[in-house]
């Protein structure tokens, strides 16, 4: 079996983060109406360097890793124009890298359970180094979940996001979607900022049934993905009369 650190690095890294960072991450699904956890201005005061670790993804969605860099990217462009000194997703990854290749694998070739003691090390590794060389004050964890929404009509909301679900106009019930989650923490895994973007449906309806959109339609539109970054960090990034009192 090849060991999954290396054959599946995006997935193995949320563990990481979590294990080095968090403890347990962002395990359900944010409801602040501000996404701000601490008032506004004390996060500006208190945050500068933010670590942007590489993007997860929670659920069964299949996601490319051109949209995934794609999120990181525009999340750092959006961050860094802000005024935040950003220390990108890339770093991230290629520190986990050295040190899950360092480590031998974390993964029983033959039950395929994981070795947690040697993977809390290496997860320890992660964090000190991180903490070492870029003394943040934040780690901004972007993630892509598949969550249920509600429709009416065909008329789905979710996360500032407004989509008609395909084949369903007279027809009200539910429908899977994605959306990214941007959550940022300080450096003892305390929540700043939460926010949901929706990016798209995930299911359509034919012939009365809901029935997954392919796979090769899932964030073909970039436009949905780029407004979904937008929004996930609109206030985060915004000027202070931009800020909705």
């Known amino acids: 079996m090849t060991d ?13 983060s979590l294990a080095a960072f968090l403890g347990l991450g962002c395990q359900t699904t944010p409801t602040h109406q501000d996404p701000f956890v601490i008032p506004r201005q004390q996060f500006l005061d208190s945050v500068n360097t933010v670590v942007v670790a590489s993007v997860a993804v929670v659920g069964q969605l299949s ?11 525009l999340i750092e462009e959006r961050m860094s124009d802000a005024g935040f000194s950003v220390v990108p997703a890339s770093e991230y990854v290629a520190i986990w890298d050295r040190i899950a290749g360092s480590a031998g ?7 395929g359970e994981r070795d947690e003691e ?10 000190d180094e991180i903490m070492e060389r870029f003394k943040p004050d934040a780690l901004l964890y972007p993630e892509i979940w598949e969550v249920e929404v509600p ?5 789905a909301r979710w996360g500032g996001m407004s989509q008609l679900v395909e084949g369903a106009r007279v027809y009200s019930g539910n429908a899977l979607a994605a959306s990214l989650f941007v959550v940022v923490q300080d450096t003892l895994g305390n929540e700043l900022y939460v926010k949901e973007a929706g990016i798209q449906l995930l299911e359509r ?3 009365g049934e809901m029935t997954p959109i ?13 407004a979904a970054v937008q929004m996930a960090l609109d206030q985060l990034v915004a000027k202070p009369e931009q800020v909705p009192r």
């Open 105 to 111: 694998g974390f993964f029983d070739p033959y039950t």
């Open 118 to 127: 040697r993977f809390e090390a290496a997860a320890s590794l992660l964090r």
């Open 4 to 16: 999954l650190l290396l054959s599946k690095p995006r997935t193995i890294l949320r563990l990481a």
């Open 214 to 226: 392919p796979d090769e339609e899932v964030f073909s539109d970039t436009t949905w993905v780029k």
């Open 205 to 207: 309806m034919e012939l």
């Open 63 to 73: 996601v490319s890793d051109s949209t995934l860099e794609l999120v990181e990217r």
């Open 151 to 155: 429709f009416t009509h065909g008329d």
